[in-house]
């Protein structure tokens, strides 16, 4: 009997892989809707206090190309998710959306990914209304990535996205108003 037990559980795949309770796999093959928003299962997500770059935005790359900054922030989300299969726990929902905090094991380390698409430069602290971080240690994250112009942050013309939702919504008050 002992020896039978041991045949299946060699033949069953690991439970380790599992996602922990409270938690679920984030794994490629859900809708990418920016670099931090996704949908699966008809329901959407985004990684808490991250805010990747615009759609529509652009950098200068080396060569004098103009690139979509949105898109660099969602190729490199994109590619986390494939190598680094992070799982994610809910922490807050607002009008249809689950914000998540997510982890990834790269080799033994468990890390945040937030913390690795800021500090890779391909993401930014998001910013309350009143311009402080929802999370202060992605601001420290990301003023790392800055100074070692990782990323987005190589390039002169990169806009932090808070700065352009700061404008529009200061445009949307002004309109308002009259």
């Not at 809910?90 to 890390?111: E, H, N, Q, W």
């Amino acid at each position: 009997m002992r020896r039978l037990l041991i045949l299946l559980a060699a033949a069953l795949p690991p439970m380790a892989n599992a996602a922990p309770a409270g938690y679920f796999d984030l794994q490629p093959g859900v809708t990418l809707e920016t670099g931090e928003t996704w949908v699966a299962d008809g329901q959407r997500f985004r990684l808490y206090g991250v805010q990747s770059c615009l759609r529509g935005t652009f950098y200068t790359d080396k060569k004098g190309q103009e690139r979509d900054c949105g898109d660099a922030s969602l190729a490199v989300f994109a590619a986390y998710i494939k190598d680094t299969k992070p799982v994610c726990a809910p922490v807050a929902k607002t009008d249809g959306i689950s914000f998540v905090v997510c982890y990834a094991m790269v080799g033994k380390d468990r890390l945040d990914l937030a913390t690795m698409m800021i500090s890779s430069g391909y993401a930014f602290a998001a910013l309350k209304a009143d311009g402080l971080p929802f999370h202060p240690p992605y601001a420290v994250a990301e003023q790392d990535a800055r100074v070692k112009r990782a990323g987005l942050w190589q390039f002169e013309d990169v806009q932090h996205p808070a700065i352009l939702l700061s404008r529009e919504a200061n445009e949307r008050a002004k309109k308002a108003k009259q």
